[in-house]
Protein backbone atom coordinates (compact mmCIF):
# COMPACT_ATOMS: atom_id res chain seq x y z
CA UNK A 1 0.00 0.00 0.00
CA UNK A 2 1.18 3.52 -0.68
CA UNK A 3 1.53 5.56 2.36
CA UNK A 4 -1.66 8.18 1.53
CA UNK A 5 -4.13 4.40 1.86
CA UNK A 6 -4.69 4.40 -1.96
CA UNK A 7 -3.84 1.22 -3.99
CA UNK A 8 -0.36 0.23 -4.92
CA UNK A 9 0.63 0.63 -8.40
CA UNK A 10 0.68 -2.67 -10.35
CA UNK A 11 4.19 -2.18 -11.35
CA UNK A 12 7.28 -0.63 -8.27
CA UNK A 13 10.39 0.56 -9.28
CA UNK A 14 13.00 -1.52 -8.08
CA UNK A 15 15.86 0.19 -6.28
CA UNK A 16 20.02 -0.64 -5.61
CA UNK A 17 22.80 1.40 -4.09
CA UNK A 18 26.13 1.39 -6.00
CA UNK A 19 28.49 1.11 -3.15
CA UNK A 20 31.96 3.23 -3.68
CA UNK A 21 32.65 3.80 -0.01
CA UNK A 22 34.11 7.08 -0.82
CA UNK A 23 31.32 8.06 -3.30
CA UNK A 24 31.13 8.50 -7.01
CA UNK A 25 31.64 11.57 -7.39
CA UNK A 26 36.15 11.97 -7.36
CA UNK A 27 35.56 14.85 -4.55
CA UNK A 28 32.79 12.22 -2.69
CA UNK A 29 35.25 11.43 -0.21
CA UNK A 30 36.37 15.13 0.86
CA UNK A 31 32.58 16.37 1.31
CA UNK A 32 31.89 17.23 4.75
CA UNK A 33 30.79 14.51 6.71
CA UNK A 34 31.99 11.17 4.28
CA UNK A 35 34.22 9.09 5.39
CA UNK A 36 37.30 9.08 3.50
CA UNK A 37 38.66 5.98 5.40
CA UNK A 38 35.35 4.14 5.19
CA UNK A 39 36.17 1.43 2.76
CA UNK A 40 37.81 -0.78 5.21
CA UNK A 41 35.71 0.09 8.23
CA UNK A 42 33.30 -2.91 7.81
CA UNK A 43 30.98 -1.30 10.77
CA UNK A 44 30.37 1.91 8.30
CA UNK A 45 29.56 -0.41 5.34
CA UNK A 46 27.21 -2.35 7.72
CA UNK A 47 25.46 1.15 8.61
CA UNK A 48 25.03 1.95 4.73
CA UNK A 49 23.42 -0.93 4.26
CA UNK A 50 20.90 -0.91 6.96
CA UNK A 51 20.19 2.33 6.05
CA UNK A 52 18.86 1.37 2.70
CA UNK A 53 17.60 -1.54 3.98
CA UNK A 54 15.23 0.38 6.52
CA UNK A 55 14.50 2.26 2.86
CA UNK A 56 13.55 -1.27 1.51
CA UNK A 57 15.83 -0.73 -1.32
CA UNK A 58 16.23 -4.61 -3.26
CA UNK A 59 19.85 -4.67 -3.37
CA UNK A 60 23.49 -3.17 -2.16
CA UNK A 61 26.04 -3.30 -5.14
CA UNK A 62 29.78 -4.12 -4.71
CA UNK A 63 31.48 -3.27 -7.86
CA UNK A 64 34.86 -4.57 -8.41
CA UNK A 65 37.70 -4.28 -10.38
CA UNK A 66 41.00 -6.02 -10.76
CA UNK A 67 43.69 -4.02 -11.44
CA UNK A 68 44.68 -0.83 -9.64
CA UNK A 69 46.85 2.34 -10.35
CA UNK A 70 47.79 5.28 -7.63
CA UNK A 71 47.47 7.48 -10.15
CA UNK A 72 42.99 6.93 -9.38
CA UNK A 73 43.35 8.50 -6.16
CA UNK A 74 43.01 11.53 -8.22
CA UNK A 75 40.69 10.57 -11.11
CA UNK A 76 38.43 8.28 -9.68
CA UNK A 77 39.56 7.13 -5.76
CA UNK A 78 36.43 5.05 -5.14
CA UNK A 79 37.37 2.83 -7.86
CA UNK A 80 41.67 2.55 -6.72
CA UNK A 81 41.16 -0.32 -3.96
CA UNK A 82 38.40 -2.14 -2.00
CA UNK A 83 37.28 -5.32 0.14
CA UNK A 84 37.40 -8.15 -1.93
CA UNK A 85 33.47 -8.33 -2.54
CA UNK A 86 32.59 -11.54 -1.69
CA UNK A 87 34.51 -11.10 1.70
CA UNK A 88 32.81 -7.68 2.24
CA UNK A 89 29.53 -9.58 1.15
CA UNK A 90 29.76 -12.16 4.33
CA UNK A 91 29.89 -9.43 6.77
CA UNK A 92 27.08 -7.46 5.33
CA UNK A 93 24.75 -10.45 5.00
CA UNK A 94 25.51 -11.06 9.13
CA UNK A 95 24.63 -7.35 9.92
CA UNK A 96 21.42 -7.34 8.10
CA UNK A 97 18.04 -9.79 7.07
CA UNK A 98 16.84 -8.29 4.23
CA UNK A 99 18.45 -6.27 1.35
CA UNK A 100 19.52 -8.52 -1.98
CA UNK A 101 23.68 -8.46 -1.96
CA UNK A 102 25.14 -8.23 -5.23
CA UNK A 103 28.79 -9.08 -5.65
CA UNK A 104 30.72 -8.78 -9.01
CA UNK A 105 33.05 -11.18 -10.39
CA UNK A 106 34.45 -11.68 -13.52
CA UNK A 107 34.81 -14.90 -14.85
CA UNK A 108 37.46 -14.51 -17.29
CA UNK A 109 39.69 -14.75 -13.83
CA UNK A 110 37.37 -17.58 -11.84
CA UNK A 111 36.83 -20.82 -12.05
CA UNK A 112 33.08 -21.90 -12.74
CA UNK A 113 33.07 -24.50 -9.78
CA UNK A 114 34.74 -21.83 -7.41
CA UNK A 115 32.54 -19.25 -8.28
CA UNK A 116 29.58 -21.59 -8.14
CA UNK A 117 30.86 -22.30 -4.47
CA UNK A 118 31.18 -18.99 -3.58
CA UNK A 119 27.96 -17.84 -4.73
CA UNK A 120 25.88 -20.59 -3.47
CA UNK A 121 27.80 -20.36 0.13
CA UNK A 122 27.11 -16.27 0.49
CA UNK A 123 22.72 -17.65 -0.46
CA UNK A 124 23.27 -20.33 2.61
CA UNK A 125 24.50 -17.49 4.89
CA UNK A 126 22.45 -14.63 3.85
CA UNK A 127 19.15 -16.90 3.56
CA UNK A 128 18.58 -16.35 -0.07
CA UNK A 129 19.90 -12.74 -0.47
CA UNK A 130 22.79 -13.45 -3.08
CA UNK A 131 23.32 -12.45 -6.17
CA UNK A 132 26.49 -12.33 -8.76
CA UNK A 133 26.76 -9.42 -10.94
CA UNK A 134 28.83 -10.97 -14.05
CA UNK A 135 31.00 -8.40 -15.93
CA UNK A 136 33.72 -9.22 -18.76
CA UNK A 137 35.38 -6.76 -17.35
CA UNK A 138 36.86 -3.59 -19.51
CA UNK A 139 39.75 -3.31 -17.71
CA UNK A 140 42.64 -4.67 -20.34
CA UNK A 141 45.30 -3.90 -17.03
CA UNK A 142 43.67 -6.92 -15.47
CA UNK A 143 45.36 -9.44 -17.79
CA UNK A 144 48.97 -8.89 -16.10
CA UNK A 145 47.44 -9.49 -12.88
CA UNK A 146 46.32 -13.03 -14.00
CA UNK A 147 49.98 -14.45 -15.89
CA UNK A 148 47.80 -13.49 -18.95
CA UNK A 149 49.50 -12.50 -21.54
CA UNK A 150 46.75 -10.28 -23.05
CA UNK A 151 42.48 -9.27 -22.01
CA UNK A 152 40.81 -11.13 -24.41
CA UNK A 153 38.70 -9.66 -27.23
CA UNK A 154 34.54 -9.27 -26.23
CA UNK A 155 33.99 -12.57 -28.95
CA UNK A 156 36.36 -15.09 -26.75
CA UNK A 157 35.08 -13.18 -23.21
CA UNK A 158 31.81 -14.04 -23.73
CA UNK A 159 32.03 -17.35 -25.37
CA UNK A 160 33.28 -18.46 -22.37
CA UNK A 161 31.11 -16.95 -19.83
CA UNK A 162 28.17 -18.21 -21.50
CA UNK A 163 29.71 -21.54 -20.82
CA UNK A 164 31.05 -20.22 -17.54
CA UNK A 165 26.78 -19.74 -16.75
CA UNK A 166 25.87 -22.90 -17.84
CA UNK A 167 28.41 -24.87 -16.08
CA UNK A 168 27.36 -22.89 -12.96
CA UNK A 169 24.07 -22.71 -13.18
CA UNK A 170 24.03 -26.47 -13.66
CA UNK A 171 26.23 -27.16 -10.87
CA UNK A 172 23.49 -25.19 -8.26
CA UNK A 173 21.08 -27.33 -9.54
CA UNK A 174 22.96 -30.80 -8.76
CA UNK A 175 21.62 -31.08 -5.40
CA UNK A 176 17.92 -31.74 -5.05
CA UNK A 177 16.32 -29.49 -2.74
CA UNK A 178 15.52 -32.41 -0.32
CA UNK A 179 18.45 -34.26 -0.73
CA UNK A 180 19.44 -34.18 2.97
CA UNK A 181 17.55 -36.27 4.90
CA UNK A 182 19.45 -35.83 8.46
CA UNK A 183 17.45 -38.44 9.99
CA UNK A 184 19.89 -39.53 12.64
CA UNK A 185 17.61 -42.62 14.11
CA UNK A 186 17.46 -43.92 10.19
CA UNK A 187 21.07 -43.26 10.20
CA UNK A 188 20.20 -41.59 6.39
CA UNK A 189 22.73 -38.28 6.37
CA UNK A 190 21.61 -37.82 2.44
CA UNK A 191 19.69 -39.30 -0.25
CA UNK A 192 22.51 -40.31 -2.68
CA UNK A 193 19.75 -40.70 -5.66
CA UNK A 194 19.28 -36.22 -5.35
CA UNK A 195 23.03 -35.77 -5.83
CA UNK A 196 24.31 -35.23 -9.60
CA UNK A 197 27.04 -35.24 -11.63
CA UNK A 198 26.26 -32.73 -14.11
CA UNK A 199 28.95 -33.84 -16.99
CA UNK A 200 29.75 -30.68 -18.21
CA UNK A 201 31.98 -31.29 -21.66
CA UNK A 202 33.14 -27.77 -23.51
CA UNK A 203 34.55 -26.10 -25.47
CA UNK A 204 36.22 -24.62 -22.04
CA UNK A 205 35.43 -26.51 -19.15
CA UNK A 206 35.09 -30.29 -18.08
CA UNK A 207 33.48 -30.04 -15.00
CA UNK A 208 32.05 -33.39 -13.33
CA UNK A 209 30.09 -31.94 -10.53
CA UNK A 210 28.50 -32.14 -8.08
CA UNK A 211 29.20 -29.41 -6.28
CA UNK A 212 30.23 -29.66 -2.47
CA UNK A 213 27.55 -27.37 -1.05
CA UNK A 214 23.72 -27.87 -1.12
CA UNK A 215 21.68 -25.74 -3.40
CA UNK A 216 21.60 -22.27 -3.05
CA UNK A 217 18.58 -21.39 -1.06
CA UNK A 218 16.99 -19.19 -3.80
CA UNK A 219 17.22 -21.93 -6.11
CA UNK A 220 19.60 -20.28 -9.00
CA UNK A 221 21.26 -17.11 -7.14
CA UNK A 222 20.22 -14.09 -8.70
CA UNK A 223 22.14 -12.82 -11.63
CA UNK A 224 23.25 -9.10 -12.52
CA UNK A 225 24.70 -8.33 -15.95
CA UNK A 226 26.30 -4.96 -17.09
CA UNK A 227 27.78 -4.54 -19.90
CA UNK A 228 26.90 -3.01 -23.43
CA UNK A 229 28.08 -4.68 -26.36
CA UNK A 230 26.07 -6.87 -28.66
CA UNK A 231 27.09 -10.15 -27.29
CA UNK A 232 26.62 -8.51 -23.83
CA UNK A 233 22.98 -8.01 -24.28
CA UNK A 234 22.61 -11.20 -25.73
CA UNK A 235 24.08 -12.66 -22.62
CA UNK A 236 21.60 -10.52 -20.48
CA UNK A 237 18.89 -10.87 -22.37
CA UNK A 238 19.27 -15.08 -22.02
CA UNK A 239 20.49 -15.29 -18.63
CA UNK A 240 20.47 -12.39 -16.41
CA UNK A 241 17.22 -11.35 -13.96
CA UNK A 242 18.32 -7.81 -13.60
CA UNK A 243 20.30 -5.91 -16.20
CA UNK A 244 22.69 -2.97 -14.82
CA UNK A 245 22.55 -0.36 -17.90
CA UNK A 246 24.44 2.64 -18.00
CA UNK A 247 22.65 5.79 -17.36
CA UNK A 248 22.45 8.69 -20.43
CA UNK A 249 19.78 10.34 -22.42
CA UNK A 250 16.32 9.05 -22.15
CA UNK A 251 16.01 7.90 -25.74
CA UNK A 252 19.11 6.38 -25.83
CA UNK A 253 17.58 3.92 -22.21
CA UNK A 254 14.22 3.52 -24.50
CA UNK A 255 15.73 1.74 -27.27
CA UNK A 256 18.10 -0.28 -25.04
CA UNK A 257 15.29 -1.50 -22.94
CA UNK A 258 13.14 -2.33 -25.72
CA UNK A 259 15.77 -3.74 -27.39
CA UNK A 260 17.00 -6.13 -24.35
CA UNK A 261 13.33 -7.10 -23.96
CA UNK A 262 12.52 -7.63 -27.10
CA UNK A 263 15.67 -10.29 -26.72
CA UNK A 264 14.40 -11.57 -23.97
CA UNK A 265 10.97 -12.55 -25.07
CA UNK A 266 13.08 -14.60 -28.26
CA UNK A 267 14.48 -16.74 -25.36
CA UNK A 268 10.96 -17.32 -24.35
CA UNK A 269 11.48 -15.28 -21.03
CA UNK A 270 8.40 -13.12 -19.33
CA UNK A 271 9.39 -9.22 -19.77
CA UNK A 272 8.72 -8.95 -16.09
CA UNK A 273 11.55 -11.56 -15.21
CA UNK A 274 14.11 -8.98 -16.32
CA UNK A 275 14.50 -5.59 -14.89
CA UNK A 276 16.17 -3.05 -16.47
CA UNK A 277 17.99 -0.49 -13.99
CA UNK A 278 20.44 2.21 -15.21
CA UNK A 279 22.58 3.57 -13.21
CA UNK A 280 21.61 7.29 -11.89
CA UNK A 281 23.30 9.90 -9.78
CA UNK A 282 21.30 11.80 -7.46
CA UNK A 283 22.01 15.12 -5.43
CA UNK A 284 19.08 16.17 -3.42
CA UNK A 285 18.21 18.20 -1.27
CA UNK A 286 15.08 20.27 0.35
CA UNK A 287 14.84 23.01 -2.55
CA UNK A 288 16.73 22.89 -5.78
CA UNK A 289 18.82 26.20 -4.50
CA UNK A 290 20.71 23.95 -1.90
CA UNK A 291 21.08 21.14 -4.52
CA UNK A 292 23.00 22.92 -6.83
CA UNK A 293 24.72 24.45 -3.80
CA UNK A 294 26.05 21.06 -2.78
CA UNK A 295 27.26 20.09 -6.12
CA UNK A 296 29.19 23.31 -6.48
CA UNK A 297 30.39 22.42 -2.95
CA UNK A 298 31.72 18.95 -4.27
CA UNK A 299 32.82 20.04 -7.72
CA UNK A 300 35.09 22.61 -6.22
CA UNK A 301 36.46 19.84 -4.19
CA UNK A 302 38.07 18.17 -7.40
CA UNK A 303 41.54 17.01 -6.72
CA UNK A 304 42.61 18.30 -10.44
CA UNK A 305 43.32 22.01 -10.74
CA UNK A 306 41.87 20.97 -15.05
CA UNK A 307 38.84 19.16 -13.44
CA UNK A 308 37.67 22.23 -11.52
CA UNK A 309 38.41 24.38 -14.95
CA UNK A 310 36.26 21.76 -16.72
CA UNK A 311 33.46 21.75 -14.77
CA UNK A 312 33.57 25.75 -14.50
CA UNK A 313 33.68 26.22 -18.11
CA UNK A 314 30.59 24.11 -18.70
CA UNK A 315 33.14 21.76 -20.65
CA UNK A 316 32.87 17.80 -21.42
CA UNK A 317 36.05 17.09 -20.65
CA UNK A 318 37.53 14.36 -18.52
CA UNK A 319 35.91 15.84 -15.29
CA UNK A 320 32.26 14.78 -16.64
CA UNK A 321 32.79 11.67 -15.78
CA UNK A 322 35.07 11.79 -12.83
CA UNK A 323 31.50 14.09 -11.16
CA UNK A 324 28.95 11.49 -12.85
CA UNK A 325 27.18 13.76 -14.82
CA UNK A 326 24.90 11.39 -15.79
CA UNK A 327 22.42 12.19 -13.05
CA UNK A 328 20.19 14.57 -11.19
CA UNK A 329 20.15 17.71 -9.17
CA UNK A 330 16.81 18.53 -7.79
CA UNK A 331 14.49 18.90 -5.26
CA UNK A 332 12.67 15.58 -4.40
CA UNK A 333 10.12 16.22 -6.71
CA UNK A 334 12.14 16.94 -9.26
CA UNK A 335 13.61 13.97 -8.73
CA UNK A 336 11.17 11.69 -8.67
CA UNK A 337 9.94 13.44 -11.76
CA UNK A 338 12.91 12.37 -13.65
CA UNK A 339 12.81 8.62 -12.43
CA UNK A 340 9.01 8.43 -12.74
CA UNK A 341 9.27 9.14 -16.30
CA UNK A 342 12.00 7.25 -17.02
CA UNK A 343 10.26 4.37 -15.34
CA UNK A 344 6.67 5.04 -16.91
CA UNK A 345 8.13 5.35 -20.96
CA UNK A 346 9.63 2.30 -21.32
CA UNK A 347 13.62 3.36 -20.07
CA UNK A 348 13.59 1.87 -16.79
CA UNK A 349 11.99 -0.82 -14.38
CA UNK A 350 13.86 1.21 -11.20
CA UNK A 351 17.45 2.36 -10.74
CA UNK A 352 20.95 1.90 -9.66
CA UNK A 353 21.33 4.88 -7.08
CA UNK A 354 24.90 6.49 -7.83
CA UNK A 355 25.55 8.19 -4.13
CA UNK A 356 28.34 11.23 -4.82
CA UNK A 357 29.31 11.17 -1.73
CA UNK A 358 28.67 8.44 1.27
CA UNK A 359 26.60 8.47 3.80
CA UNK A 360 25.03 12.12 3.35
CA UNK A 361 23.92 11.72 -0.37
CA UNK A 362 22.35 8.05 0.78
CA UNK A 363 20.78 9.71 3.88
CA UNK A 364 19.14 12.56 1.92
CA UNK A 365 17.93 9.83 -1.10
CA UNK A 366 16.35 8.00 1.48
CA UNK A 367 14.85 10.83 3.60
CA UNK A 368 13.80 12.81 0.72
CA UNK A 369 13.23 11.02 -2.56
CA UNK A 370 12.05 7.98 -0.90
CA UNK A 371 8.92 8.67 0.76
CA UNK A 372 8.14 11.06 -2.62
CA UNK A 373 8.10 7.96 -5.01
CA UNK A 374 5.97 6.40 -2.07
CA UNK A 375 3.27 9.04 -2.43
CA UNK A 376 2.90 8.67 -5.91
CA UNK A 377 2.57 5.10 -5.30
CA UNK A 378 5.74 3.67 -7.21
CA UNK A 379 7.71 2.50 -4.32
CA UNK A 380 6.96 -0.06 -1.71
CA UNK A 381 6.64 0.69 2.01
CA UNK A 382 7.85 -3.01 3.12
CA UNK A 383 9.61 -5.86 1.80
CA UNK A 384 6.61 -8.78 1.00
CA UNK A 385 9.32 -11.81 1.13
CA UNK A 386 12.75 -12.44 2.23
CA UNK A 387 14.94 -13.45 -0.34
CA UNK A 388 16.28 -11.29 -3.51
CA UNK A 389 14.07 -13.09 -5.14
CA UNK A 390 11.18 -12.36 -3.59
CA UNK A 391 12.17 -8.56 -4.00
CA UNK A 392 12.41 -9.02 -7.72
CA UNK A 393 8.96 -10.74 -8.07
CA UNK A 394 11.32 -13.61 -9.53
CA UNK A 395 9.92 -17.60 -9.08
CA UNK A 396 12.08 -20.00 -8.14
CA UNK A 397 13.35 -22.33 -11.08
CA UNK A 398 12.70 -26.06 -10.71
CA UNK A 399 15.45 -28.01 -10.61
CA UNK A 400 16.77 -29.57 -13.63
CA UNK A 401 17.37 -32.69 -11.84
CA UNK A 402 13.83 -32.98 -10.63
CA UNK A 403 11.93 -35.60 -11.82
CA UNK A 404 8.57 -33.13 -12.46
CA UNK A 405 10.93 -31.27 -14.59
CA UNK A 406 11.60 -33.94 -16.62
CA UNK A 407 7.63 -34.22 -17.85
CA UNK A 408 7.69 -34.09 -20.98
CA UNK A 409 5.72 -31.08 -22.66
CA UNK A 410 2.28 -30.90 -23.61
CA UNK A 411 1.80 -32.00 -27.54
CA UNK A 412 1.70 -34.62 -29.81
CA UNK A 413 2.98 -38.24 -28.14
CA UNK A 414 5.96 -38.74 -30.32
CA UNK A 415 7.15 -35.55 -28.33
CA UNK A 416 7.18 -36.48 -25.18
CA UNK A 417 9.95 -37.60 -23.43
CA UNK A 418 12.08 -34.48 -23.53
CA UNK A 419 15.71 -34.76 -21.42
CA UNK A 420 15.91 -33.16 -18.20
CA UNK A 421 18.91 -31.77 -19.28
C1 LIG B 1 26.81 0.06 -15.74
C2 LIG B 1 28.07 -0.76 -15.88
C3 LIG B 1 28.73 -1.21 -14.72
C4 LIG B 1 29.90 -1.97 -14.81
N1 LIG B 1 30.55 -2.40 -13.67
C5 LIG B 1 31.71 -3.11 -13.79
C6 LIG B 1 32.44 -3.56 -12.65
O1 LIG B 1 32.05 -3.37 -11.48
N2 LIG B 1 33.60 -4.23 -12.86
C7 LIG B 1 34.11 -4.49 -14.12
O2 LIG B 1 35.16 -5.12 -14.23
N3 LIG B 1 33.43 -4.07 -15.21
C8 LIG B 1 32.26 -3.39 -15.08
N4 LIG B 1 31.60 -2.96 -16.22
C9 LIG B 1 32.23 -3.21 -17.54
C10 LIG B 1 31.64 -4.39 -18.23
O3 LIG B 1 31.95 -5.57 -17.55
C11 LIG B 1 32.18 -4.54 -19.63
O4 LIG B 1 33.50 -4.95 -19.57
C12 LIG B 1 32.17 -3.31 -20.41
O5 LIG B 1 30.88 -2.77 -20.42
C13 LIG B 1 32.64 -3.63 -21.86
O6 LIG B 1 32.04 -4.81 -22.33
P1 LIG B 1 30.90 -4.75 -23.38
O7 LIG B 1 31.59 -4.30 -24.62
O8 LIG B 1 30.34 -6.09 -23.49
O9 LIG B 1 29.90 -3.78 -22.87
C14 LIG B 1 30.42 -2.25 -16.11
C15 LIG B 1 29.75 -1.79 -17.25
C16 LIG B 1 28.59 -1.07 -17.16
C17 LIG B 1 27.90 -0.62 -18.43
Not at 241 to 247: N, R, T
Not at 384 to 399: A, E, S
Request: hydrophobic content about 40%.
Amino acid sequence: MSTDGTRPAARELHLGLMFWATGTHAAGWRYPGSRADGAYDIGFIQDVTRLVEDAKFDFLFLGDRLFTDPALAKTNPAQMSRLEPFTAASAIAAATSKIGIVATANPTYYDPYNLARLLASLDHLSHGRASWNLVTGADAMAASNFSRSEHWETEKRYDWADEFVDVVRALWDSWEDDAFVTDPVRGVYVDESKIHPIDHHGPYFDVTGPLNVARPPQGQVVLLHAGTSDRSRELGAREADVIFAAGGAVETAREYYADVKGRAARYGRAPDQIHILPSLSVIVAETRREALAIRDRLDDLLPLAEDRADVRAGSLGQATKRRDDWGITGDPSEVADYMQEWFETGAADGFNIFPPFVPGSVQAFTELVVPELRRRGLYRTEYTGGTFRDHLGLVRPQNRFEPAAAKPPAGPPELAGASSR
